[in-house]
């Protein structure tokens, strides 16, 4: 292994560091509505998948992350399935099913995939920059 391959594994590690301790600091900042997230249990849509991230994007009311997604929605879930499943099958029906999301937009605010975020068109300024009410969390 040279230097630069072994520089790109080291990259990967700690890209995937920094991605659990975003779901930690997430889950931390969480904690405090989890009462409120059980609450609104009964109005989580339980038959459709699509339904289901249009609920949690309309009720987190901001640019979300698929990690954020991911996250909300597995406080729904009984059988806790595994973060990047669930961050997976969001991928795919956000990005294969855009058409039945209605005004549901993706933004990437740097080239990186990971950078993207969903939301509302609605939510964009005159120059397609979210607006500071609607504003996604930094990574």
């Known amino acids: 292994m040279n230097i630069t391959q072994f520089l790109h594994s080291e990259k990967k590690l700690y890209e995937g560091l920094i ?3 975003d779901i930690l600091i997430s889950l931390c900042d969480d904690s405090k509505n989890i009462e409120n997230q059980n609450n609104a249990t009964n109005n989580f849509p339980s038959d459709n998948f699509n339904d289901q991230i249009l609920f949690i994007i309309n009720k987190e009311n901001r640019f979300l ?3 954020e997604i991911a996250i909300a929605m597995l406080n729904h879930y ?3 399935l595994n973060i990047n499943q669930m961050k997976n099958r969001i991928s795919i029906a956000l990005n294969r099913n855009k058409s039945q999301f209605g ?3 993706k933004y990437k605010y740097s080239n990186a995939y990971k950078d993207t975020v969903w939301g509302k068109k609605e939510w964009l300024d005159k120059n397609a920059v979210p607006k500071p009410s609607y504003m996604y969390k930094s990574r």
């Open 19 to 21: 991605d659990r301790l």
């Open 65 to 67: 992350h698929n990690k």
């Open 78 to 80: 009984d059988n806790k």
């Open 103 to 105: 005004d549901i937009i």
